[in-house]
Nanobody, 127 residues
């Protein structure tokens, strides 16, 4: 069972930057891809970005493209999300997720596609 633990959340002003981390433990050799999702208050969980664990290929939601950067350190089994030019609408609980399955540009946005989830870390952006 892969276990995921996020860290790095906090309160920032509009235009600020924040870096989230997600440490993976357990049988991580089974991971095909890892992603970040977020869930704002009273809203559904939404896809933010994904990275292929082996190739490093990345994809982003349109709402964060050009502002957020997803990356990973394979040796450290750690996923990152560098968030720049933060906006109040970025306020949410951010979750990292991992999937063992083949991932397409369609399935990567679906919550059900992911096998493992972290507990989440709160990000708040003040206006």
């Amino acid at each position: 069972q892969v276990q995921l633990a996020e860290s790095g959340g906090g309160l920032k002003e509009t235009g600020g930057s924040l870096t989230l981390s997600c440490a993976a433990s357990g049988p991580t050799s089974n991971i095909y891809a890892m992603a970040w999702f977020r869930q704002a208050s009273e809203k559904e969980r939404e896809y933010v970005a994904i990275i292929s664990w082996s190739t490093g290929h990345t994809y982003y939601a349109d709402s964060v493209k050009g502002r957020f950067t997803i990356s990973r350190d394979i040796a450290a089994n750690t996923l990152y999300l560098q968030m720049d030019s933060l906006k109040p609408e970025d306020t949410a609980v951010y979750y990292c997720a991992a999937t063992k399955g083949l991932t397409t540009e369609t399935t990567m946005t679906f919550v059900w596609h992911y096998d493992f989830w972290g507990q989440g870390t709160q990000v708040a952006v003040s206006s």
